[in-house]
């Protein structure tokens, strides 16, 4: 990525803006496109991006959906103490509380959390090391290796993550100890 100018501008905030910005936002969820000829058609820089929009489009889901069942649960769990307050009946109050216990259990179960944190971070990493790919820098300076590292570097993250998802999941799924019982 070529910066035109050093300078920099009052965005009219009394903040001051570098020109790289903007070519960041202009990106938005995308990648940069490696500078070398005929890499954009490189096997390898295709996993990147096929990599990077499966880790970035679940976060958003993962995330999404963390923050609708906790919302509900919020607003469940403040209509219970307002039924419990008017004295509503049993029966509708404890539907409620159940409503709060199921979305609660949801949760926990898809660990969405969990997943959409470690997503955005495999994500976000997948995206810095496209840059300094693109950008020739880093561990990527060298031509002569920079394909190899970044083969392993995606390697490396992508499994590591799914790794790391197996043993949520298999954590989540274990049986509840029930105190007295088998």
């Known amino acids: 990525m070529r910066v ?3 300078s920099v501008r009052d965005t009219g905030t009394g903040a001051r803006r570098h020109p790289v910005d903007d070519q960041w936002v202009r990106l938005g969820g ?3 496109a490696p500078g070398g000829p005929g890499e954009a058609d490189d096997v390898l820089w ?6 990077f ?25 403040a209509a219970v103490t307002v ?25 926990q179960v898809f660990q969405f959390h969990s997943n959409w944190i470690s997503y955005r971070t495999v994500a976000e990493a997948l995206r810095q090391h496209a840059f ?15 394909r ?11 499994s590591g993550e799914s790794a790391a998802w197996a043993s949520t999941m298999r954590h989540a799924a ?3 100890a029930v105190p007295g019982g088998p």
């Open 132 to 146: 300094l790919y693109a950008a020739e820098v880093g561990p990527y300076v060298e031509s002569s290796t920079r």
């Open 174 to 176: 274990a049986p509840i």
């Open 46 to 51: 295709q996993q990147l991006e096929a990599q």
């Open 148 to 158: 190899d590292r970044l083969a392993e570097t995606v390697h490396t993250l992508t």
């Open 53 to 77: 929009r499966w880790y970035d489009r679940e976060a958003t889901r993962a995330r999404l959906a963390y923050y609708v069942l906790k919302v509900l649960a919020l607003v469940l769990a």
């Open 30 to 32: 995308s990648l940069p």
């Open 83 to 107: 039924l419990a307050a008017i004295e509503a009946p049993g029966a509708l109050t404890a539907a409620l509380a159940a409503g709060v216990v199921v979305l609660e259990a949801v949760q």
């Open 4 to 6: 035109e100018s050093d």
